[in-house]
Nanobody, 115 residues
Framework: QVQLVESGGGLVQAGGSLRPSCIAF????????MGWYRQAPGKQRELVAT???????NYLDSVKGRFTISRDIAKNTIYLQMNSLKPEDTAVYYC?????????WGEGTQVTVSS
């Protein structure tokens, strides 16, 4: 199993930055992929960014150039640096870990961007 806990969400004005983090309560070295998803009210959950075991990253088109996913293997933690935030980025952001074809989720952290 992979237990995930997010932190670092919050309220920010448009154009601002946030850096949520997700700690896994086990080594992330062997996890196939980790990532961030988000879900806005009335919308489906969508993939924001992923980082695979080998370091390959992938991003939602609308966040490319603004968001950066990274990891610190020694701390079993991934981060999502979010810059130039827009009101449409407002959502609950969920950490995800995929390993052995099983997905694990955190409880989510709220990100609210005011205009």
């Amino acid at each position: 199993q992979v237990q995930l806990v997010e932190s670092g969400g919050g309220l920010v004005q448009a154009g601002g930055s946030l850096r949520p983090s997700c700690i896994a309560f086990r080594s992330i070295f062997s996890i196939d992929a980790m990532g961030w998803y988000r879900q806005a009210p009335g919308k489906q959950r969508e993939l924001v960014a992923t980082i695979r075991r080998g370091g390959t990253t992938n991003y939602l088109d609308s966040v490319k150039g603004r968001f950066t996913i990274s990891r610190d293997i020694a701390k079993n933690t991934i981060y999502l640096q979010m810059n130039s935030l827009k009101p449409e980025d407002t959502a609950v952001y969920y950490c995800n870990a995929e390993t052995n074809r099983i997905n694990y989720w955190g409880e989510g952290t709220q990100v609210t961007v005011s205009s």
